[in-house]
């Protein structure tokens, strides 16, 4: 394969056939419950994607805007997958700095996204892009789980940031207000708690 054939494009939620590829790299890549989020956040019209692509898929970043009050946004990284064979030669990077661009247009005050610490690879994915890690845990602690909600970051430990108008404490105390619980309680509902119970129901048919 040439790297001179290769194009980021942005992928039309309403492109059916592109999608499902989409779904399928993530599945491949993180097994079936990850895809189902997936999936569900196209149909939702919740994610933006864009695809490195050549022939066939090679790489694909999900993200998402939560708008908040005061005229804060917040911008999710919700997946990034490189299909194993081409990891390594940067894309991951072409992928997470192309939605970054996309979300600051949009703009987005902040940028962040979840992984498990033993991630080494998208740990050194999301600090060689520049972005600051801190525990999961230690936010909910103070905050509870407001960004964990958001990000459906459930099986995570780390949440990875990066300030672009506005920092993370500033974010996290405008997510705390009143008003903006609602809207996180909606999307946490529609991205995360309906698809994690939908799964587990169908697992549930599956083995009576
Ligand atoms: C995380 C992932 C997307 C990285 O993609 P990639 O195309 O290999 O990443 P890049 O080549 O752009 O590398 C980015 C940085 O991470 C480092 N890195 C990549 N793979 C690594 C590995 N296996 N071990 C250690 N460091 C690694 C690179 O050295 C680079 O850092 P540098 O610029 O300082 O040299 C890829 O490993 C993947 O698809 N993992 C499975 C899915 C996943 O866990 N996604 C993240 C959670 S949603």
Redesign the pocket.
């Known amino acids: 394969m040439s790297e001179d054939s290769l194009s980021v494009v942005e992928v039309d939620s309403s492109d059916y056939g592109l999608v499902k590829k989409v779904v399928e790299l993530v599945e491949k ?2 097994g079936m419950w990850q895809a189902h989020y997936a999936s569900t956040c196209f149909n939702q019209k919740i994610c933006r994607s864009l695809a490195i692509a050549s022939e066939k898929l090679l ?1 694909v970043v999900l993200f998402y805007t939560a708008q908040l009050e005061l005229d804060r946004s917040l911008g999710v990284i919700y ?4 299909r194993e064979e ?9 992928l997470v700095s192309s939605a970054e661009y996309l979300l600051e247009d949009a703009g987005v005050d902040l940028v962040v ?1 979840t ?1 498990r610490s033993e ?4 740990r ?2 999301f600090n ?1 892009l520049g972005y600051s890690e801190i525990s999961l845990h230690a936010i909910e602690e103070i905050y509870g789980e407001l960004l964990t909600k958001l990000t459906c970051g459930y099986e995570d430990d780390l949440v990875f940031f990066k300030n672009m108008r506005a920092s993370l404490t500033e974010v996290l105390s405008v997510l705390s207000l009143e008003s903006n619980l609602k809207k996180i309680e909606e999307l946490w509902y529609t991205l995360c708690y309906r698809p994690w119970r939908e799964m587990r129901s169908s697992r549930h048919m599956q083995q009576i």
């Open positions: 890549t993180m790489g997946y990034v997958v490189v081409y990891r390594g030669r940067g894309f991951g990077k072409v996204a992984a991630n080494t690879p998208s050194n994915l060689s």
